[in-house]
């Protein structure tokens, strides 16, 4: 009976063992598509991977989230094949310029810009877009407007670029 249970806990720690070689390849080469702005070798250092590194599920899922974590990137893709490291994102727009219009005082201005988050240059994101929108808010409100609204409007300048 003990032999039975070691023999069966064996065959499953076998079978794990097995099962996650062999469902990871050696990275022998990583292909960058997609970027227009952020150099491949950026990309690639983000990522956290290495060629001859052991690729497996988990490692490109940590790869992907990498990349999310760094604000560049609406959508990533990572996947291995043939030995091949495929990286395919798509950049989130980029910044040009922040415009606050409708307030008078400029000391209100100077604290407005000095609050903000998304600045000139810097990449785009919605969900930044919608905190910083709150952000401000709380920022009139501590300044004694509590009634203020704000407009907030995105403008597509083209070549993935948008004004605010």
């Known amino acids: 009976m003990i032999l039975k249970s070691r023999i069966s806990k064996f065959i499953i720690f076998f079978y794990f063992i097995t099962q996650s070689f062999a469902l990871s390849e050696i990275v022998k080469e990583i292909e960058v598509k997609g970027n227009e702005r952020i150099p491949s070798e950026t990309i690639i250092m983000f990522s956290d991977v290495k060629i ?63 609050n903000l988050t998304l600045k000139s240059r810097s990449s785009f994101n919605d969900f930044l877009f919608y905190q910083e929108k709150e952000n401000l808010s709380a920022v009139l409100k501590d300044m004694g407007y509590y009634y203020s609204t704000i407009d907030a409007y995105i403008e597509d300048l083209g070549n993935n670029k948008v004004s605010l």
Do not use: R, Y
């Open 52 to 114: 001859n590194q052991n690729i497996d599920e988990d490692k490109l899922n940590e790869i992907t989230k990498n990349l999310f974590d760094t604000n560049f990137f609406k959508n990533i893709t990572a996947e291995i094949k043939s030995n091949i490291l495929k990286i395919n994102v798509i950049e989130f727009p980029i910044i040009e310029n922040v415009n606050i219009k409708g307030v008078k005082a400029k000391k209100i201005i100077e604290v407005l810009n000095k």
